[in-house]
T-cell receptor, first 114, second 113 residues
Framework: DAMVIQNPRYQVTQFGKPVTLSCSQTLNHNVMYWYQQKSSQAPKLLFHYYDKDFNNEADTPDNFQSRRPNTSFCFLDIRSPGLGDAAMYLC?????????????FGPGTRLTVL | AQKITQTQPGMFVQEKEAVTLDCTYDTSDQSYGLFWYKQPSSGEMIFLIYQGSYDEQNATEGRYSLNFQKARKSANLVISASQLGDSAMYFCAMQEYGNKLVFGAGTILRVKS
């Protein structure tokens, strides 16, 4: 089945230690998104790639970076995680970025910062 | 600007009964999409149903239907014959053409046996 895969499902890191989260998709979608979701809140969009074009949200901290080396893979890098970065990180994909295009989410990576 | 409102922080429903989760939205665009997602305690965001702003028929997907009232700007989710596995957080979301997906605050649904 076509799907969105995130690894690892759970990640523990230390304060200030860089961490990379991975997302891959077999849907061959053009757009890949990264969301941050804190407990009992709605997901918050960090950035997205439309093909190779990177689109950063204005309020996304510089501490968060992303790479998309090819259509299938996208990475979220947190350069110096703080305690406030502990959250669920969700990757999503969509065929296009119009209002009719459904976003399909991966299972998420739950990040703990010690 | 896009805005989504879910006024029910939590809902209870008896197993096998139907439940309606409310969602209202605000937009000045004519072209937009409305989505409902289910998020169990495991954290995965599961797509349930989609309604386009130009669709005249209400969307249905199995036990899920979307009661779309365009003039009132509401897009309520109806779950028929509730099951214990329906217990989860439910998010209503909207996307205007070329804009980002905006989520409501969510409604926690608990199905009682």
């Amino acid at each position: 089945d076509a799907m969105v895969i995130q690894n690892p499902r759970y990640q523990v890191t230390q304060f200030g230690k860089p961490v990379t989260l991975s997302c891959s998709q077999t849907l061959n979608h053009n757009v890949m998104y990264w969301y941050q979701q804190k407990s009992s809140q709605a997901p918050k969009l960090l950035f997205h790639y439309y093909d190779k074009d990177f689109n950063n949200e204005a309020d996304t901290p510089d501490n968060f970076q992303s790479r998309r080396p090819n259509t299938s893979f996208c990475f979220l890098d947190i350069r110096s995680p703080g305690l406030g970065d502990a959250a669920m990180y969700l990757c999503a994909t969509s065929r296009d970025a119009q209002g009719t295009d459904t976003q399909y989410f991966g299972p998420g990576t739950r990040l703990t910062v010690l | 600007a896009q805005k989504i409102t879910q006024t029910q922080p939590g809902m209870f429903v008896q197993e096998k009964e139907a439940v309606t989760l409310d969602c209202t939205y605000d937009t000045s665009d004519q072209s937009y999409g409305l989505f409902w997602y289910k998020q169990p305690s495991s954290g995965e965001m599961i797509f349930l149903i989609y309604q386009g702003s130009y669709d005249e028929q209400n969307a249905t997907e199995g036990r899920y239907s979307l009661n779309f009232q365009k003039a009132r700007k509401s897009a309520n989710l109806v779950i028929s014959a509730s099951q214990l596995g329906d217990s989860a957080m439910y998010f209503c979301a909207m996307q205007e053409y070329g804009n980002k997906l905006v989520f409501g605050a969510g409604t926690i649904l608990r199905v009682k046996s």
